[in-house]
């Protein structure tokens, strides 16, 4: 019936392929470690705004058209979370990043590092890890590292978001000395501590500064004195909860509806609504990350 060679049988051969288990072992992958979300635990989408069903009037003040900027934000990145059927509960953020890396898990178990198949804007991470690079303009290493950069996010923007120091300035060798570097190129995240020392490619680089472990993120949490407001029956409050789960003793929980509290959140367009004490600053929504969090606050 079919004349195409992709339906004439010639491509598998049941025997060859399926009795065998050591054949049938080389037709897929190896088996996958914990992190990697099963049919039992779906990336779902995140299809829903902040704001509610007023999203299209917030911050409208009646007089001009609304827009779904104001409503849903100006970034087209989809935002997903790892859920467990058959109630779709949070488990954990689905986040975007370069190949090898993981969403962070509260599971205990230490696992093989794998990519979760989309990622991000480079030039964003760039921006929200605040980048030192130490470099020495007769290094070959440095002159590499450089241009992946320039390559990635161009010229302009690597010297706007990215802080240069050549290592012929004394002063610039004493400061990588000062952060443990020994040579050059030497690439410093003032966002996660993070150091990278040689020439490595940029997914790469950008991957292991991107990296931010329980105790950092621990001391940031407990930094910021963050405060949460929230309301019944909000699932997006729900999430925050547990994905703060391991950091609740840093965090004061505040009913955002009751007489004692209301007042605080009087012009709050939803919730969670989340404030850093030491900061002043806030957000409001689920955060896709405890790392965005972070960020938003400091």
């Given at each position: ?42 990336v ?69 590092l ?77 966002t ?50 547990s ?14 509806l009751?007489p ?39």
């Open positions: 019936m079919y004349s195409s060679p992709e339906y004439n049988n010639n491509l598998t051969s049941s025997y060859n392929d399926y009795n065998t288990p050591s054949n049938y072992n080389t037709l897929f992958a190896k088996k996958l470690p914990p992190t990697v979300p099963s049919m039992n635990f779906p779902i989408l995140e299809q829903s705004n902040i704001y509610g069903y007023d999203a299209l009037t917030h911050n409208g003040d009646g007089t001009n058209y609304y827009t779904v900027g104001s409503g849903y934000g100006k970034t087209c990145t989809p935002n997903y979370y790892v859920a467990k059927c058959p109630d779709n509960k949070f488990i954990r953020s689905f986040l975007p990043g370069p190949e090898g890396t993981v969403s962070p898990s509260a599971c205990p178990i230490n696992n093989e794998v990519s979760e198949g989309y990622a991000s804007d480079m030039l964003t991470q760039i921006k929200n890890l605040n980048l030192v690079f130490y470099f020495d303009k007769n290094c070959e290493f440095s002159k590499k590292t450089y241009q992946a950069m320039v390559s990635a996010i161009g010229a302009e923007n690597l010297n706007k978001y990215v802080l240069l120091k050549d290592v012929a300035d004394k002063n610039n060798e004493q400061e990588l000395t000062n952060f443990g570097g020994y040579a050059v190129p030497f690439i410093v995240s003032r996660t501590n993070n150091t990278v020392t040689g020439f490595m490619p940029l997914d790469q680089i950008i991957s292991t500064l991107a990296q931010q472990n329980a105790s950092q993120e621990a001391a940031m949490i407990q930094k910021l004195g963050i405060v949460i407001y929230t309301m019944d029956n909000c699932q997006y409050c729900n999430q925050l909860k994905m703060l789960q391991d950091y609740a003793t840093f965090i004061t929980y505040r009913n955002g009751s004692e509290f209301g007042k605080d959140v009087a012009n709050v367009a939803g919730f969670p609504h989340i404030v850093s004490t030491l900061t002043g600053k806030s957000m409001t929504g689920l955060p896709s990350s405890i790392q965005q969090l972070i960020n938003s606050l400091q």
